[in-house]
């Protein structure tokens, strides 16, 4: 066999790998000029030339002529409109911004021209690391009134067309769809913003970016929705497992603190929505996207809160009553096994939970609604009032107690129940004899409530009340004398017409009249009002008709309007007993013109028209006070003696016959009858 060339062999491997070089070259060619004409590729330079502020790399990858155009297009639709009597731009309410911007003074082309050179500058300076403001100052900004800088037009078009190449430098997620020498790339900024980049290749195989495309607020929207949607469904997820994994039942809150650990992120809502937990059988919902059903929620909410209230009110009184009867404290547990009787059945709260009971002091709890606002307040009154009640029965026991030991002969025994029943009442009698005095008087047994206010009178004597009582009561017991001696002390620590009134009367018990008058006389200079008309009263009473006439006349003016008809009335009793009939008729008069229904008025002048021989007008006046609701024996004896001396007999035998049946007057009886025996 024949040994090979070494040379030959040595060539073809250096040939061998030579062709494996050119192969792979060709390769790598191939694979290079293929990947540079991927629009995925001009993307990527795209983002390199955004990162790295290459403007020269971004104007290859990027046709600014056709994106500022589409910018403008899409505005013109909406904002700008040419006028038909100038070449005037008409920029109002462009973009509903504020009245700044009025109206571009100069022509069409050199606006559009303007434009699209301010549009350019903006788009730039978002790539370059240093702005243009020298170039931006170059363009030619009108200073006519109502005008605005087209520079500011450019500004406001990008904001509005949220255009803005940095954020492809955040994408999260490319998608890519090509139709030919066209291709739309969606660049996933988050989870719900997004940016579409149309693309168009051109003869050199390389793509533009001819337009770009923000995504409309709508879809945003629809997006948002979606997403909140899963987060809801997570987080319902995670309410059930963590009931099951904590025991709790469906009526438990939601403890979203010990929540969170079932994710290693927490959930939120992209439109900035917050997540709105209750119990763990009510569903999740978000306060942006669940805005109705939370509406909902809360009418429910609020008529299960209400409904929960009036529980726990109704139990708080129940838990009160039952401490009550049973004697129990504050700080005693409650049975609410033994609530039944005061409350049956024992409620449960509206949204099915059952109430936890603590102390007798405590407000029932709803693990659902926990403390409910206001109860509080309630409950404190609820236990005021058992309390005052518990309080009420201590100081009846005491002074019950007191009384027996009192009636006993036990006077300090009694002093001790009844200083006990004091600490508890502070508005009881200042001692145990002026309680026993009260009590004793309210009975009417007089000589031991005397007694007792007496021995109380020894231990105050500048009580005004108790030495009233003692003047009072011996007043009852006819003691007139000693009466008098502890009024006039009553009355010397405290003025009062009571007690004036009460000395008065046990002077003329006594038939010490002038002493009478004489207080009468002093008291008008306090009370005028009252003490006026009593003074006239007891010169009436006592036939001193003129005293009285001058008392009656002088109280007039000072008399309250009210007792001014009483004042002529009296007046008129007065003249009518001197039998000066022509002034006690004016005076009745008076009386009438002032209370023109009173019947003792009408009555009084009919008996003086009367006994002045005028049968006629008494009759009227007499039938007048029947109507007004005088009807006793008196009116229908002085209507018969009337009718009689108008000549009606049997008028006047009719009112007589009246007369008898009423009259229980044994005087006036025998004078009636004798007026019918007449009559026959």
Known sequence: MNKQNPIHSFLVKIYVSLGAIVVFCVVIALLFYYITGLPQYSLRQLVDAVKTHDIEKFNKYVDLDLIVDSLIASQLKVSIKVSQNTEMVNVEDMFALSAKFGVINMNFPDFMSNLKKSLKILITEQIETISQPVQAKSIAKPQKDKSVEVYDVAQEIVKKEKLNFQTIIKAKKVGLRREGKISIVRVQLNDVDEVSFRLRQTPDRFWKVVSIGVQSEEDKKKKEKIICGQNIDNLSNAVKKWASDKNETGNSLVMTGELWTYFPRVPSCPSGGKYIFRTVKDPVRCDVHNAIELKQDEIRFEEELNGCTKNIVRLMEAIQDWAYSQGKTNTDAVQVNELTQYLKPIPICPSGSKYNFYRVCDVPECPVHGKIAGVENANQIFIQKREGKVRADRINSDLTQAKSSYESGNEKEAINYYENAKKLDEALPKSIHHYLGELYFNLKIYKDALTAYEKAYKLVKTDYVICYQVGHINKLLGRYESAIEFLKKSLAIKENKNIIDEIASCYLALKRYDDAINIYKNAIKTFPEYFYEKLGLLYYSLARYDNAISVFKEGLPKCYRDAEASFRNYLGNCYYMKKDYREAEGQ?????????????????????????????????????????????????YLLGKAHKGNKESEKAKKMLEDAVKLCKEPGLLEEIKKELDNLK
């Open 588 to 636: 009745y008069i008076d009386a009438l013109t002032l209370d023109r229904n009173n019947p003792e008025y009408g009555f009084n002048l009919g008996r003086n028209y009367l006994a002045n021989n005028d049968p006629a007008s008494a009759i009227y006046h007499l039938e007048s006070a029947e109507r007004n609701g005088k009807k006793d024996a008196q009116l229908y």
